[in-house]
């Protein structure tokens, strides 16, 4: 599970037993969905594949950076010599075109920077979010009409434009994931400010909040004790949802030429390049297209099964953890 | 030189570039032979010639245009008084009359040329060129509204310096003399032997004064070529000729289609698509400005009728490493020379495509005759870089363990000066004990940072062409101490000011042998070659397709593109 999910999690760890009840219900629920199961499995597997990438590399013997100039055909542009892109037992996935460095390591290498980039940049959108959201549900009218236009603002500004512009002006020797992550948790907090406070209003009217607020606590204890608890489930569904976005934001950026810097490998950057070679070494594309197709769509799925199993009208559907669905169904 | 005419050179770099780009499909004649495969190879009049481009024919009038050589589109509309010889190859290289009855007549100390043009040549409309036309046609191009030209005849005729053009001064250049309508006589400031490359630019075409609308001129210029403009959309986006009725005729463009359909704005991964399709119009069609990626180099080669309609030719162009020696550590020569020692000239030119697209650079001159190449490889790297040699000068110079540098490359996608190429030398450069850190910057940035001595890096990716194919025009801007430009566009990037080499291009100048030039250029770029200011990479190579019915293709040394005048569809 994401650092963003956690992070969401922590914050509303001491809750009471009713809502622990809960999370044990929503994991019965998620447990239900075998493609969400599936697809956390696939997100475990690449997370564990970005964190070992460089013991995957050494097991297999190679390094991203390192040009192989005698394993491409220069006389035909560059093309890998050999069937599928020169695999054999040295290149596991083949080389790259022109270049001759390994294939599988730089692949590996760029799930770093690529699932790295989109936590990170989810966990800033989740944290930016839920402190605006809050705090311009909870706030004075005035503090609440100026946060939401704020909000306003930044959810119109176009993401591509905006990063494209932040990050040609930073020096080049600020370290580039990093800024990346930087630039996209920044500009793109605008949905999840918007969501936080609807969600906060609703959440202000209960009873149970009213009545924390009479007792006389701050407006810090009362959203950390009541109001995240009953956040967590819109929160952390939208940023399962946000994870995919920001590592097709990376890619994009990548793409564009202002995301991380070669040699650096991400996997934008290598779709990037490789997108001339489809018809003459599609292999060079296949893999890191299909690995962020793959890491998009268990994401997604993750995604939509955690928002099933976090709503009751969903959940019920599912059949589980509602004693209401069965006798309806039966009825 | 003055700063405005370096700052139009800068211009003329990039006009070089879309000029290379404006390039290459050449062929062998064996190659016309084995294409043949659809019938008889033997060029007939008729049909219509499509040419896909991604760039548009803009500004298309002969006072604005950039070219080398009078370009390829504008040379079906344009005569010049001499014109580039329409051959494959080196003889390619050569400059011949065009207009005029011979390449010019200098006097002795060549400041002073004159020519006399040919009997009977006519305008489309039929009345008679004389050689007042062609001097009013010089005249537009210094008019500030029609600018865009090299910047040569500012700098070369005597007192045109501050000269604005017909409209604003009806005396005109007193520099070029019109005797009679046959004659015409050219007074330089300074010895130029190589004015007879100069009068192939577009800027030496007639122009009549009574047909001359200022800048809605291009819209419809008189045409003195065998071709006449019928359309011409979106400024040159797209350009449709038709034969000129009163074409005099000339030696030099065969004219074989009937229709020239110049269509621009093209992707070129599309323009390739097409020519790799050749279906319908684009079976007659070929591209001017468009290559082979190495990736379609790739599928191209292993495709026999494909390989077999792809043109091959040689532009005189090097890419290079350049040092600033005002910058630590490379005002250092021997880390110079180390670097000069480690670079792998197999990765980098892997990394610009192959073996194909690029063929190794030791010497900064291009790899041909006309240049006066004469070998060289002063600090042998060989293939892949002699790291070992790298180190002992290295610790020679004081650094035992290695060295951290910043190389700076643009951004562009472009193979030139691309990320990849700056990559290539990080890998080759580490064996070497050289860390490379890379400076990528956005391409506009890049040029304006390398062009001016208050902010040139000290160690960057650069390319340079000629705007005619000898050592002049290639050697002068770069390594002579007076164009050393301190506010404005600075080419002269490696600082060189030393006097032997400053003389020695002012003497080659005024030799109007051009073979006796050419091997004092090649003698010269030896001799600045032993400062290693600049390590010369590789001689980019043009690799472009043409339609299956395509033939008589011929591509020069001196564009190193398929020549649209030649090329017969029928």
């Known amino acids: 599970m994401s650092e963003a999910l956690v992070a969401v999690e922590a914050a509303g760890a001491d809750i009471t037993a009713p809502a622990a009840s809960g999370a044990r219900q929503f994991w019965r629920r998620l447990r239900a969905q075998r493609a969400a199961l599936v697809a956390a499995a696939v997100v475990a597997l690449l997370v564990l594949v970005a964190l070992a990438a460089p013991l995957l590399t050494a097991l297999e013997g190679q390094d991203p950076t390192t040009y192989h100039p005698g394993l491409v055909d220069s006389a035909r542009g560059g093309v890998p010599i050999g069937s599928l892109g020169g695999i054999s037992a040295e290149h596991w996935l083949g080389v790259e075109p022109q270049t001759g460095r390994d294939l599988f390591a730089r692949l590996v290498e760029g799930a770093r920077v690529s699932l790295g980039v989109a936590f990170a940049a989810t966990l800033i959108q989740v944290l930016i979010g839920v402190t605006i959201g809050v705090a311009a ?161 268990a994401l997604t799925v993750l995604g939509d099964g955690v928002r099933t199993a976090l709503d009751p009208r969903a959940a019920s559907r599912l059949r589980v953890g509602t004693g209401r669905a069965r006798k309806e169904d039966a009825a | 030189m003055r700063q405005s005419s370096v700052i139009a050179r800068r211009v003329a770099a990039a006009s070089v570039g879309l000029v290379v780009a404006a390039g290459a499909a050449a062929c062998g004649p064996e190659d016309n032979d084995a294409k043949g495969a659809g019938g008889d190879s033997t060029p007939h009049k008729g049909g219509t010639l499509t040419v896909l481009n991604a760039e548009a024919q803009t500004d298309f009038d002969p006072a604005r245009l950039y070219t080398s050589g009078g370009g390829n589109v504008p040379s079906l509309v344009f005569r010049t008084l001499t014109t580039r010889n329409r051959e494959n190859g080196a003889e390619g290289a050569k400059v011949v009359p065009d207009l005029a009855t011979d390449t010019g007549r200098p006097n002795k100390d060549a400041t002073v040329w004159t020519y006399t043009l040919k009997k009977g040549l006519k305008y489309e409309d039929g009345t008679p060129i004389t050689s007042a036309d062609i001097k009013y046609g010089i005249e537009r191009s210094f008019a500030p509204e029609l600018s865009g030209g090299a910047p040569y005849l500012r700098d070369w005729l005597s007192g045109a310096a501050d000269y604005q053009g017909p409209y604003k001064d009806k005396k005109g250049l007193s520099a070029i003399a019109t005797p009679d309508a046959r004659t015409i006589v050219f007074h330089l400031n300074k010895p130029e032997g190589e004015f007879p490359f100069l009068a192939t630019q577009t800027q030496f075409t007639p122009v009549p004064k009574s047909k001359d609308t200022g800048t809605k001129y291009e819209q419809h210029p008189v045409s003195s070529g065998p071709y006449r403009v019928v359309k011409n959309q979106n400024d040159g986006e797209r350009v449709l000729l038709e034969r000129n009725p009163h074409w005099s005729g000339d030696d030099e463009r065969k004219a074989y289609p009937d229709k020239v359909d110049v269509r621009s704005g093209l992707d070129s991964s599309v323009i390739n698509q097409r020519l790799a399709a050749s279906q319908g119009a684009d079976k007659a069609a070929v591209t001017t400005d468009t290559n082979l990626g190495p990736a379609e180099l790739a599928r191209v080669s292993g495709d026999k009728s494909l390989a077999a309609r792809v043109g091959t030719g040689h532009f005189g162009y090097t890419n290079y490493i350049a040092f600033n020696p005002k910058v630590k550590p490379f005002d250092d020569p021997k880390v110079r020379q180390a670097i000069s ?230």
């Open chain 1, 137 to 297: 549900a909870m706030g004075s009218r005035w503090l609440d009409q100026v946060l939401s236009r704020v909000t306003d603002i930044i959810v119109a500004l176009p993401l591509m434009i905006m990063a494209l512009a932040l990050l040609a002006v930073v020096p080049a020797s600020f370290p580039r994931p990093v800024l990346v992550a930087l630039v996209i948790g920044l500009i793109a907090w605008g949905n999840v400010a918007k969501i936080v406070r609807a969600q906060t209003l609703t959440l202000k009217g209960l009873d149970h909040v009213a009545a924390a607020r009479l007792s006389g606590w701050g407006a810090v204890r009362v959203a950390r004790r009541e109001l995240l608890p009953g956040l967590a489930a819109p929160v952390i569904t939208y940023a399962a949802l946000l994870v995919p976005t920001n590592i097709s934001a990376e890619a994009a950026l990548s793409f564009l030429g202002v995301g991380v810097k070669p040699p650096t490998p991400s996997w934008g950057q290598m779709i990037t390049a490789a997108d001339v070679w489809y018809q003459a070494a599609p292999q060079y594309l296949l893999f890191p297209a299909g690995a962020l197709f793959t890491t998009v769509l």
């Open chain 2, 341 to 570: 020692y480690a670079v792998d000239r197999s990765s980098v030119i892997n990394a610009a495509g192959g073996s194909a697209l690029a063929e190794p650079a030791t010497t900064f001159l291009p790899d041909q005759k006309s240049f006066g190449y004469t070998p060289h490889d002063l600090f042998p790297a060989g293939k892949s870089g002699n790291a070992a040699k790298a180190k002992e000068l290295l610790k020679e110079a004081g650094h035992p363990n290695g060295l951290t540098v910043t190389l700076t490359h643009s951004n562009s996608k472009d193979f030139e000066t691309s990320p990849e190429i700056a990559t290539a030398l990080q890998d080759a450069l580490k064996k070497a004990g050289i860390t490379v850190r890379l400076q990528g910057l956005e391409d506009n940035d890049y040029r304006d940072k390398i062009h001016s001595i208050k902010t040139e890096p000290g160690f960057f990716l650069a390319h340079w062409g000629a705007d005619w194919p000898s050592g002049g025009p290639f050697l002068a801007p770069i390594f002579d101490g007076r164009q050393i430009v301190k506010d404005g566009a600075n080419f002269n990037t490696g600082l060189l000011d030393d006097k032997s080499v400053n003389t020695e291009i002012d003497a080659i100048n005024k030799l109007t042998d051009l073979n006796a030039a050419a091997a004092r250029w090649g003698a010269l770029d030896k001799k600045i070659a032993g400062q290693a200011l600049v390590v010369p990479l590789f001689h980019p190579v043009y690799k472009r397709l043409y339609g299956s019915d395509v033939k008589n293709i011929v591509i020069s040394d001196w564009t190193g593109v398929l020549d649209i005048s030649q090329v017969a569809v029928k």
